[in-house]
């Protein structure tokens, strides 16, 4: 895995020698904050050897490098998600890849499910904790003994400092944040109302398919960590709806721009 994480950093080194600091995953209705930004290269991921590429409508397939203000970034525009059929230490190949590129700290973002009943669509929820019990961590396999330790600590993967930024930045902006613990599912399937309960059960306040696996890694190389949720929908059982993947982006598309805005004003305080 080292090798080929190599080897992808070779690949990548042959288009750009741009240094990001910060790493920042796009999850639905943020597909396209990387247009948005001071652009100095792009590197396509089916260019990317051994890259795995995503298969999800909606969801580009690239690294954008640049500046948010004055900070330089890296923006994975499209995640590769543990339902397309990837193992997990596939899933979690571009997180690394960031980090070895230089980014230090990594800002991730995602539409999830409301299991609080606090919660409404469209609000966003900064992540403090998250349980992927039911998924598979994506560091079983050999130790990469180049990025980090065997049994890595993770009692706080989600930076306290970096939780700071995000609340004052909310603030700033003029927008309301929720807090609490994502759960991460493998999908590709909705949960079902008794599964949702079992997460509420758990501690759980919003329910998606990505991000915890790839703060785990982050966390295992040392990367400063931090997340947002876009709540799309409430989850199954907490109303009457059905769910579906087209209200999922219709709400997080009808937020996108105050995500953007926030989103902005957290990089540039980090
Ligand atoms: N469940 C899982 N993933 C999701 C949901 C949901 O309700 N909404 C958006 N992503």
Not at 64 to 76: C, K, Q
Not at 175 to 193: A, D, K, N, R
Not at 199 to 206: E, H, I, L, P, S
Request: charged letters at 20%; a negative charge; aromatic letters at 8%.
């Amino acid at each position: 895995m080292y090798k080929k994480l190599m080897a992808c950093v070779a690949s990548i080194r042959e288009k750009t020698d741009f240094k990001p600091e910060v790493a920042l995953i796009l999850g639905s209705g943020l597909g396209d904050y990387a247009d948005g930004i001071k652009v100095e290269a792009t590197v396509n991921y089916s260019d990317i050897e051994g890259f795995p590429i995503s298969t999800v409508a909606g969801h580009k397939g690239r690294f954008v490098f640049g500046y948010v203000g004055e900070v330089p970034v890296v923006i994975m525009q499209g995640r590769v998600h543990y339902y397309e059929g990837y193992a997990m230490s596939d899933v979690v190949l571009p997180t690394r890849l960031m980090g070895m590129l230089g980014a230090k700290k990594l800002f991730l973002t995602n539409a999830a499910g409301g299991i609080n009943t606090s919660y409404n669509p469209g609000c966003f929820m900064m992540i403090t904790d998250h349980i992927t019990t039911a998924v598979p961590n994506p560091l079983i396999g050999p130790n990469i003994e180049e990025l980090g330790s065997r049994f890595p600590d993770m009692s706080e993967v989600y930076s306290k400092r970096l939780r700071d930024v995000i609340r004052k930045s909310a603030e700033q902006c003029g927008i309301e944040i929720e807090e609490g613990v994502y759960v991460q599912l493998t999908g590709p399937s909705y949960e079902t109302p008794a599964e949702i309960r079992m997460c509420r059960g758990w501690g759980g306040d919003a329910v998606g398919m990505s991000t915890a696996c790839e703060a785990i890694a982050a966390r295992h190389m040392g990367l400063e960590v931090c997340g947002i949720s876009c709540i799309t929908n409430l989850a199954a059982g907490v109303s009457d709806r059905k769910l579906d993947h087209k209200e999922v982006q219709e709400t997080a598309d009808r937020v996108s721009m105050e995500f953007k805005r926030l989103v902005t004003q957290i990089i540039e305080n980090m």
